[in-house]
């Protein structure tokens, strides 16, 4: 029975991964696949090159002050996070974007609702997503108390993926479970 429940939990990772990277749009050019965008680098303040080089300068003018960064693509995907499993044993994706509009997608990537959080419950998103640090999280959480019938999480932010039992997940992921639209819709909702 362990060896079952240990190849269902990798088959539900897998199937997670799968969803997660075929959600995005294709061929756009302008969402998840989209090149990433140069940023403009601030002057240096070291002193001048002692360097023979003639060619333009690269350089600002004397005065000119450096470039903003860009804001994020508002359609560019913030966060997806996938839970499967359960009682019930069903799969369901959130993909929340940058400008907070979300869309709940079922097992077969088809929408079951969508909306938009507000200003504050996107902050507290934002805020718990950069609290969680994925660069520095386990690819799979392991090592909490087992949840039988219980789910299995798999997120996607910032370009690292993660994953784990809901018994595993650190404290910060489930800050940014609780920060997320639900996986359901209410009963007797669309959204």
Do not use: N
Request: charge should be positive; include cysteine.
């Amino acid at each position: 029975m362990r060896a079952f429940r240990s190849v269902a939990a990798v088959l539900l990772l897998l199937l997670g991964a799968v969803l997660v990277a075929g959600c995005g749009p294709s061929g756009s050019g302008s969402g998840d696949d989209a090149p990433p965008k140069a940023t403009p680098q601030a002057p240096s303040h070291a002193p001048p090159s002692t360097s023979t080089a003639t060619g333009p300068s690269t350089a600002p003018a004397p005065g000119a002050s450096p470039s903003a960064a860009p804001l994020p693509d508002p359609s560019a995907t913030l966060v997806r996070v996938t839970r499967s499993g359960g009682f019930a044993g069903q799969t369901h994706t959130l993909v929340v974007k940058q400008d907070g509009s979300w869309t709940r997608l079922d097992a077969k990537a088809g929408p079951q609702g969508t909306g938009k959080l507000s200003e504050a419950e996107l902050a507290a998103l934002r805020t718990a997503l950069k609290e969680a640090d994925f660069a520095r999280l386990p690819r799979i959480s392991t090592g909490g108390p087992k949840i039988y019938d219980g789910f299995f999480y798999a997120f996607a932010h910032g370009g690292f993926e993660v994953a784990g039992d809901e018994g595993s997940l650190p404290r910060t992921l489930t800050k940014v479970l609780d920060a997320l639209p639900p996986f359901t819709a209410p009963q007797g909702g669309s959204s």
